[in-house]
């Protein structure tokens, strides 16, 4: 399944695609560099009702939001890592398996923490302003 969405409208995409994915958990997000996949979790946090500032966790890892309904959002990026054993002496694979909804970015830094039932989706630009998400369902 394909969203195509602008950077206007994204919003709507993250509204669109929670209704489409609301039975999994863990998300992991591919695209290059500048795709925008740290945008369109941003907007996913703003749709799950996260009013802390929500902000990129390249240098931190993980960043951890809380919902009004008081459920627990990680948002992790593996950018930084160089291998699956960074990533658990950094929590990642403790995030992934806590039952709570994860958001990751460069899942490829290590494709072997992710549990089953993962949702992969890539996201790949196709101008400044338009986006493609493509979700593995």
Not at 3 to 29: H, Q, R, W
Not at 33 to 51: D, P
Request: negative net charge.
């Amino acid at each position: 399944m394909e969203l195509i969405y602008t950077l206007d409208n994204i919003e709507v995409a993250a509204k669109e695609f929670t209704n489409i994915t609301n039975a999994f958990k863990v998300f992991a997000f591919e695209g290059e560099m500048g795709a925008g996949k740290t945008t369109f979790i941003h907007a996913l946090c703003e749709v799950a009702g996260v009013t802390d500032g929500i902000s990129s966790p390249t240098f931190s890892i993980i960043n951890q939001y809380i919902t009004p309904q008081r459920q627990l959002i990680y948002h992790i990026d593996l950018y930084r890592l160089k291998n699956e054993e960074e990533a658990i002496q950094a929590g990642v694979e403790d995030c992934l398996y806590s039952g709570n909804t994860c958001f990751v970015e460069w899942p490829q830094k290590a494709p072997g923490l992710f549990p089953d039932g993962t949702l992969h989706a890539a996201i790949t630009a196709i101008d400044t302003n338009t986006r493609k998400l493509k979700i593995n369902l």
